[in-house]
């Protein structure tokens, strides 16, 4: 079965309680649990990964390329500085997805900047829970191997 890795980035742990009336009140747990149905439903494997610590994910990106045909990520913050979460991208050419759940253009100019964006299939941002669900169905087609170009 093919499995996809979806990775958290710092301080999405903190959901729900952290800033609602910019990320809502979903916590991880419910964004993971509706990832899970969907991945069933569509027979792929999930591996969900949250940490704080850009080398806990950069070594997480490093180690996929054998297990995993395609990546789901929220770089979070580090989505604006990470230069080595995008060489580990580049590094094991994992299909990937980039989410948010805002809309980091119609927030502060330091969030236009997206380091990952460039190395990424294609990035969702702005729809709350539903940019990790578009992302996911963007991913499943990309670890099945195909792509829309139309
Ligand atoms: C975020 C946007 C980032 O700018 C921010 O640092 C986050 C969350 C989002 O999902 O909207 O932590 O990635």
Known sequence: MKKILVIHGPNLNLLGKREPEVYGKITIDQINKKLKEIAMKNKVDLEVFQSNHEGEIVDKIGNAKKACTALL???????????????AILATDIPTVE????????????????????????????????????GLEAAIKLAKGYENKT
């Not at 990520?73 to 060489?87: C, E, G, K, L």
């Open 99 to 134: 989410v948010h759940l805002s809309n980091i253009y119609s927030r502060e100019d330091f969030r236009h900047n997206s380091l990952i964006a460039p190395v990424a299939k294609g990035q969702i941002s702005g729809f709350g829970l539903d940019s990790y669900i578009y």
């Open 73 to 87: 990520i929220n770089p979070a913050a580090y989505t604006h500085t990470s230069v080595a979460i995008r060489d």
